[in-house]
């Protein structure tokens, strides 16, 4: 008997039809409270670290959680730009994906590192600080420093599934597309995801007006926790599924929608906060398939290196 063909394919976008834009920004400074304290899901007062700045031992494919002190902690470089105006569109037109180019750099040709021209790539946005994370290898991090100027080439915004005018794309590059090996496979969108979430973890970002900008924490708090929802392995750069949520107008309740996502910031010591997801996509579940698949993280897709 002939085997049956596969009649997955990748699927139909408008991309040709995508503008293509580009927006700044620079490196922006980590900040601290006066009183340094916040109060941890336990009670406790803890001193955290992890938001703006360059991070330089986190990295995409590292743990979500398990950092000393470590709370929403941003991989790689944390963008924004001084003028509010320009950074809501530095947060409404950037999509993962997106290549970011350096165009100005306090240690530009110090020693053997030229730094102007070197690309980046997006991964997401972190709601509520309005910073573009960019991930970056290990020897341009090292050289780079607060208020270094960045380009990013913004391409997907308007995305659509042209098969599936019900599933919104919010986030999505059609470079990380491609490459994502989602495939039509002939009436459903089956999407490669390396873990999939269950609606009561859903945390802080809940009720946002919309996911053009930022993103929704899965709540984390807790190893016992982790461990019962197959969470405790969660790294940065997974690409995820939450099931039972429709992100079109905002993160909402709806167990007839699924939501598509990527894990931007780490996990947190914060009642109600955890990973980060920048969505991507929302739709209804009967046109989306999660997959479970080990490889689902942006690192490996794009095959960043570190």
Not at 45 to 53: F, L, N, Q, R
Not at 165 to 179: D, G, I, R, T, W
Not at 292 to 306: D, P
């Amino acid at each position: 008997m002939a085997k049956q063909k596969n009649s997955a394919a990748l699927p139909r976008i408008n991309e040709d039809w995508l503008v293509r834009n580009v927006v700044t920004g620079e490196i922006w400074h980590p900040s601290q409270s006066r009183d340094y304290f916040e109060v941890d899901h336990t009670g406790k007062p803890v001193i955290t670290i992890g938001m703006a700045g360059v991070t330089l031992n986190v990295n995409i494919g590292d743990p979500c959680h398990g950092w000393a002190s470590g709370d929403h902690i941003e991989p790689g470089v944390s963008l924004k730009n001084k003028d509010e105006r320009f950074n809501n569109a530095l947060q409404c037109f950037t999509c993962s994906g997106n290549r970011a180019v350096i165009v100005s750099a306090a240690l530009n040709g110090a020693g053997a590192q030229k730094l102007v021209g070197k690309s980046g790539t997006v991964i997401g946005k972190h709601g509520g600080a309005e910073r573009v994370i960019i991930h970056f290898e290990q020897g341009v991090l090292q050289n780079l420093v607060i208020g270094d100027q960045m380009q990013v080439y913004c391409h997907g915004h308007g995305l659509e599934f042209v098969d599936y005018p019900e599933v919104q794309c919010v986030n999505l590059s059609p470079e990380l597309m491609k490459a994502w090996n989602i495939a039509d496979s002939g009436g459903k969108l089956r999407v490669p995801v390396r873990k999939i979430v269950p609606p009561i973890l859903i945390g802080s970002g809940v009720g946002a007006l919309n996911f053009k900008r930022g993103d929704v924490d899965i709540q984390g708090t807790g190893e016992a926790l982790r461990k019962q929802f197959d969470i405790e392995d969660l790294c940065l750069g997974d690409l995820v599924c939450i099931e039972d949520y429709d992100a079109r107008f905002g993160v909402k309740y709806d167990p007839s929608w699924v939501t598509i996502g990527i894990i931007i910031h780490g996990g947190s010591l914060l009642s109600g906060h955890g990973p980060g997801t920048t969505v991507l996509f929302t739709g209804p579940r009967k046109w989306i398939e999660p997959v479970r698949s080990e490889g689902a993280n942006i690192g490996r897709i794009l095959k960043l290196k570190r």
